[in-house]
């Protein structure tokens, strides 16, 4: 869609995740949104394994073995943190393009 004025930068619907967004801004706020939602729930899951495993560690004197069982679950859960975020943000689902060609097939 183009504006009527010359000149004027043509605005494009952002489809983020079922909403309708027309507006770069908006998107961009939604974007920043997202990452600092991402980003305090990493370092939840970073940090408390981790720290938890030394603190561990120094009660049961019985380093390194449960600071890397927190490395590997931190790991385990920033894939995890990750996975999710990445399919709430997705603008298009593997659904939602399987049912628009077959829209188009019928037609």
Known sequence: MAD???????????DTGGQKVSDRN????LFIGGVLDMS?????VVLVPIIGGYELDKHFHTSPDLIIIGFVV???GTFVVIKRMFL????????QVREDREKKQQK
């Open 4 to 14: 009527t004025d010359k000149g004027a930068p043509e605005k494009q619907a952002l």
């Open 26 to 29: 908006t998107a961009l706020r």
């Open 40 to 44: 305090w729930q990493l370092a939840i």
């Open 74 to 76: 931190a790991m385990l």
């Open 88 to 95: 709430e943000y997705s603008n298009v689902s593997v659904k």
